[in-house]
């Protein structure tokens, strides 16, 4: 039994952190497992090689190396295992129950179904022809978006990098999902994709009105929030 390092339920992974999805399979890690249980890492790892036999009866155990970030003990790189539903299903039975344990389990369970649904959403929402349209509609707007925003550019002069379309493209997915960073269009509702090519358009007039970055970016949040909360 690895070794209680805490009970602080606040250092529990949330279902978001918990369970990842790479090519339409769901797994978790030791490492969020470790976080969710407050139960030491090397021992969950310890626990792996003593039964790394039993775990390979569900599937390919993979481990990977990761930076060791924020940790008290120093620098250096830590060794986690990637898990599958089946894999992460067997190493918490071999967990002794206590509140934060307990509630772990649970969540992890749920994260796993939660996980599921969603790669069956996104399978069925492939299949659907008129979604693949409006997927091709915010195609369509980034082209429009860039073409504007090279056309304006040269007007006055000024060469147009590739990073200068990137910074348009993430301020509509910042717009749209209330946070920077990459957005997945193929993750994306029919709605979503909607509005995003709508973003898109917008974004282009307003580039041809030569109106600045900061100011394009508050019109296009009015126009999402009115249009979400339609």
């Known amino acids: 039994m690895p070794k209680q390092i805490t009970q602080n339920p606040s250092l529990a992974a949330t279902g978001h952190d ?13 490492l969020a497992v470790s976080a969710g249980t407050g139960l030491a890492h090397p021992a969950i790892m310890q626990l792996i090689r003593k039964y790394i036999a039993d775990f390979q009866e569900f599937g390919l155990l993979t481990f990977q190396i990761a930076p060791r970030k924020g940790n008290r003990h120093g620098g250096g790189n830590v060794e986690y295992a990637e898990l599958n539903e ?8 071999l967990f002794r129950n206590n509140d934060v344990v307990r509630r772990f389990k649970i969540r992890l369970v749920k994260a796993f179904r939660a996980a599921i649904t969603e790669i069956e959403r996104l399978t069925h929402q492939k299949q659907d022809p008129q979604w693949q349209l409006i997927r091709d509609e915010t195609k369509v707007g980034f082209k429009w978006m860039s073409d504007t925003l090279k056309e304006t550019r040269e007007s006055v002069g000024k060469a147009t990098m590739p990073h200068h379309f990137q910074n348009e493209a993430r301020m509509i997915n ?8 990459k957005l997945d269009r193929n ?7 909607v509005l995003m ?7 282009a007039v307003l580039i041809g ?7 394009r970016k508050a019109v296009l949040m009015d126009r999402a929030v009115k249009k979400l909360a339609a």
């Open 209 to 215: 009105q030569n109106m600045p970055y900061k100011d």
């Open 187 to 193: 993750t994306l509702s029919a709605s979503d994709l």
């Open 174 to 181: 910042a717009v749209l999902a209330g946070k920077h960073g």
């Open 86 to 93: 089946d894999q992460a299903t067997y190493l918490i039975t």
């Open 197 to 203: 090519a709508e973003l898109q358009r917008l974004n």
């Open 18 to 30: 918990l369970v990842e999805v790479r090519k339409a399979q769901p797994f978790t890690t030791t």
